[in-house]
């Protein structure tokens, strides 16, 4: 183990270290009602929080409203791919890594362990898709596409609204299935809805 570094228990080491937080909290959630309590909580006392939260996350609809909870409170929420870690970093000066059920967190405190977790979250924050922002990417025409698959809206109905051939909305909305990880055109707009593409 580190120097600097001491296992705790895992109901003491993320609460007890954010609750020390003086000015600033980055979290990488691995999608647990635990993390998004603490930012609510944590940026209710003023504290800038960031948190990182995986897709799959948001496509579960209770999950999603957590997450929107969390924005609507002043946390700054990314959505990403992958989280590579459970972790928070507290003030850039501490480390919490989160064990797994049956496994202490670790703190990590020696300066080259908190670089390193500062540097990996600020790289994938960079990636990260604003919660309750368009994806980066999307023409007008794939917003509104959005919109309407969100309204359930045929193909052609969506064809028609956006003034193309049925042919050219099918593409649009294939490809925003595909973006979305969704089975139909109105589960593309579900999961618009929950990754905060749409109010």
Do not use: K, Y
């Amino acid at each position: 183990m580190h120097e600097g570094s001491a296992a705790v228990r895992p109901q003491e080491g993320i609460a007890d270290l954010a609750r020390d937080a003086r000015w600033e909290l980055m979290m990488m959630d691995p999608g647990t009602a635990e993390f998004r309590s603490l930012a609510v909580a944590t940026a209710a006392r003023g504290i800038v929080v960031r948190s990182l939260v995986p897709n799959r996350t948001l496509l579960a609809p209770m999950a999603a409203v957590d997450v929107r909870r969390c924005a609507d409170r002043g946390v700054r929420v990314r959505a990403v791919a992958v989280v590579p870690a459970g972790m928070v970093i507290v003030d850039r000066r501490s480390v919490v890594v989160r064990g797994d059920a049956d496994s202490a967190h670790v703190v990590l405190s020696d300066q080259g362990s908190v670089a390193l977790s500062s540097d990996l979250f600020e790289r994938v924050w960079a990636e990260g898709v604003p919660f309750g922002r368009s994806a980066p990417g999307l023409t007008e025409q794939q917003v509104a596409a959005v919109q309407l698959l969100a309204a359930g809206h045929t193909d052609e109905a969506i064809a028609t609204r956006l003034g193309v051939s049925s042919r050219t909305a099918r593409r649009i909305a294939n490809t925003l299935m595909a973006r979305l990880g969704a089975r139909s055109r109105f589960q593309a707009g579900v999961h618009a809805v929950r990754m905060g593409w749409l109010a």
